[in-house]
Each structure stands twice: as C-alpha cells, then as structure tokens.
C-alpha cells in the first residue's frame, strides 16, 4: 500500500480513538514529546503501562479473593491504575477506575465487581486498538 494511504489510515484510526472517548488529551501530549531521536516514544509509553496495568489488575483480583474484602487496600490499587491510565490518556479506563473507587468508598460489592469487570474490558479494547494503530503508524513511516 501506499504510504500516503498508510499515513492517512494512521491518522484516522488515531482520530477515531479520540472521537469514541478512549483517549484524551494527556496522549496528545505524549506524542508532543516524541521526536526523531526517539520515533517510538509513546508506543514505548504504552507498552509500559501495559507491563503495570496487568501488574495492578493481578494484584486487585488477588486482593478479590479475600473476604471480607479490603475496600481501602482495592481503592489504593485503583488509585494507581487510574494514574497510569491517566498518564496514557487512557480516557475510558479512567473513568471506569473512578467509579470503581466510588464503590469502594460505599462498600459496594456488586458494583465493584462489575466495574472491575468494565476495567478489564476498557483495558483490553484500549490495548487491542492501540496495537493495531501503532503497527499501521509503523508501516506507515
């Protein structure tokens, strides 16, 4: 394919993550500090944040386990996850760590598990459509 079309593709299936509310403007910055002396900045960023997130979302399932639960010990996990989600522009992950902070702080159990449920969710769709925009920014250089 053409690289023009590949840049083009690139540059729209960025845009549509912005217009569906996976990301925000945090990834734009990240991508403001990416040059040509390191050309994979962000995707290095990400992949990151990938290694912790999995880190944090093993240690919360594992936390799950115990009863009675630790609302506090869940919500400080959370409140790691939702910085590096954060710090990625991870939108949607965010606000799903948010109110599963919200629940925490009631003692909600259900809604606990179906929003760390929607975590898991958000963070694998982030991940997989991420993958596929980097390998696209990739061949399109």
């Known amino acids: ?34 040059d040509e002396a390191n050309p994979k900045f962000v995707e290095e960023v990400v992949k990151l944040f990938y290694t912790d997130s999995a880190r944090l979302i093993r240690s919360i399932e594992l936390t799950l386990e115990n009863t009675p639960w630790d609302f506090e010990k869940l919500d400080k996990i959370m ?21 599963f902070q919200e629940y925490c702080k009631v003692g909600n159990v259900e809604g606990c598990m179906r929003t760390f449920q929607e975590v898991k969710q958000e963070h694998a769709a982030l991940k997989r459509k991420l993958e596929n925009y980097f390998q696209l920014a990739r061949e399109a250089r």
């Open 79 to 99: 409140h790691q996850f939702k910085g590096s989600s954060s710090s990625i522009g991870a939108k949607k992950v965010k606000k799903e760590c948010t109110q």
């Open 1 to 34: 394919m053409e690289r023009n079309q590949l840049q083009r593709q690139a540059a729209y299936m960025r845009n549509t993550l912005f217009d569906q509310g996976y990301l925000d403007e945090q990834f734009l910055q990240l991508e403001d500090l990416q």
